[in-house]
């Protein structure tokens, strides 16, 4: 049986302790660095969810702009003519105040429907019935939409060009959009003018222009904070789309949106 000398003794106790200690060492750096991940990885989570509020909050923003704005809008002007043509023709003063009140339901619709996104759950359950909604505007609404600025006294055109095709509910609701923040400036910032609205359709794009000629402001409504021009450029943006606004060289204010499109 093998013997060991007594001077080995301690080297042979040292040994396996010497070998716990650097075990305990590197368990303790292991225990430190994954400590160190997961607090990145919660600070990452942190601001990815503070960015994704901040978009969210920004998107409400604006479609509560648009949905406020353009129908408001509507209904001022309409109140305003059928308080000037009351003793002179009620007719036309009822016709008016049917205006108003077609433009304050369809704010109504709208304004629920984006009150109903900020209801929604997390998982997407729908506790206050936002489903039942009516689905958000179209480039297929165009035609109410152009119809009901109209009746405010705007002559407004609404052309299609090109091959009509599917097009992303998304991408609808910012052609949409555009067109409904240019034809309310258009009724608030150049009373008496026409305006014109055309839908391109082209292979890699859509297009979305709307003209208006020269007019006469509506008394305060004639400066304005430029917020709706601003939501539509971050609107078209997530789309890689862009905006050019500004008056025209022979009078009047031009707004033309294009928006790619996957080839067909």
Known sequence: MPTVS???V?????????IATDGLRRWRRRAEEERARTAALQRERQEALRHA?????????RELHDVVTHNVSMMVIQAGAARRVMAADQEQAR???????AGGRAAMSELRH????????????????????????????????????????VPVQLRVAGQPRPVPEGIQLAAY???QEALTNTVKYAAGASATVVVDY???HLRVEVVNGSGAPRGPAATGSGRGLIGLRER???????????PRPTGGYRVRAQIPLEAP
């Open 114 to 153: 984006v009150m109903g996104l900020l209801t929604m759950n997390a998982d997407g359950a729908d506790p206050a019935g936002s489903a039942d909604l009516a689905p958000q505007p179209g480039l297929d609404r165009l035609d109410a939409l152009v119809a009901g600025v109209r009746v405010s006294g």
């Open 202 to 204: 082209h292979a890699d």
């Open 10 to 18: 301690p080297f042979l106790v040292l040994i396996p302790i010497a």
């Open 236 to 246: 078209l943006a997530v789309y890689g789309g862009t905006l050019l606004a500004g």
């Open 53 to 61: 509020a901040e978009q969210e909050r920004a998107r409400i923003a």
């Open 6 to 8: 007594a001077d080995a």
């Open 95 to 101: 016709e008016a105040l049917l205006a108003v009140e």
């Open 177 to 179: 959009r555009v067109v």
